[in-house]
């Protein structure tokens, strides 16, 4: 198995709303990654799991709340979200999270914020 | 600052000739480059990756990169390209000075025509 899924592939919240994105992988990589991509942009890297502990957290606003409940999983929960945050959500694994790991990486959710 | 330059937004090509999409990277280290390709509507899939040794890498799908340290490029080559070919690609750096992240370039859309 050397696939990373997502759920939902979409979503729309409104700003009051509260939803969370999953991410799943059965590799048996140890490093999980959540990056944001605005249309027509590259990927930004926003949080990185290591041996399920936050290692890496890119100021990003505390609307956004990861969670690695264990190794295999990855958890994005959203609150208050603003329309500018509409925008595809890829998750990512590697085996240590060193720097010479391949990445792979999911389909994305796509999330819209009214 | 940028640490990846992808030096052409769009590349329009014929099919089955040849193209070039331009990577330049700056690091003072030892860096780790990858080319990644997204089609539309779905997440990152690696293409091929240079981590040490030869600096000729190659994809299983026809696709070649060159390492050239002293250009500090990695520009990713096809002899013929297919119509499904089309899609965006990133070009990636690892390296510790960015804190153990993968930073990616601007991107560029590689659109095949008949």
């Known amino acids: 198995d050397t696939e990373v899924t997502q759920t939902p592939k979409h979503l729309v919240m409104g700003m009051t709303n509260k939803k969370s994105l999953k991410c799943e992988q059965h590799?048996?990589?140890?490093?999980m990654y959540w990056y944001k991509q605005k249309a027509k942009k590259p990927p930004e890297l926003m949080f990185v799991?290591?041996?399920?502990?936050?290692?890496i957290n890119e100021s990003v606003p505390s609307r956004f709340s990861p969670e690695c409940p264990n190794s295999s999983l990855l958890n994005l929960h959203l609150h208050a979200l603003q329309p500018e945050d509409s925008a595809l959500y890829l998750c990512?694994?590697?085996?240590?999270?060193?720097?010479?790991?391949?990445?792979?990486f999911g389909p994305g959710t796509r999330l819209t914020v009214l | 600052a940028q640490s990846v330059t992808q030096l052409d937004s769009q590349v329009p090509v014929f099919e089955e000739a040849p193209v070039e999409l331009r990577c330049n990277y700056s690091?003072?280290?030892?860096?780790?480059l990858f080319w990644y390709v997204q089609y539309p509507n779905q997440g990152l899939q690696l293409l091929l990756k240079?981590?040490?040794?030869?600096?000729l890498v190659e994809s299983i799908n026809g696709f070649e990169a060159e390492f050239n340290k002293s250009q500090t490029s990695f520009h990713l080559r096809k002899p013929s390209v297919h119509i499904s070919d089309t899609a965006e690609y990133f070009c990636?750096?690892?390296?510790?000075?960015?804190?153990?992240?993968?930073?990616f370039g601007a991107g560029t859309i590689l659109r095949v025509k008949s």
């Open positions: 990512a694994s590697s085996l240590r999270g060193e720097l010479s790991d391949t990445q792979y």
């Open positions: 990636a750096v690892s390296a510790g000075e960015y804190g153990n992240k993968l930073v």
């Open positions: 799991y290591s041996y399920e502990k936050l290692s």
């Open positions: 590799m048996g990589h140890r490093a």
């Open positions: 690091s003072s280290v030892s860096v780790y």
């Open positions: 240079y981590l040490s040794g030869s600096t």
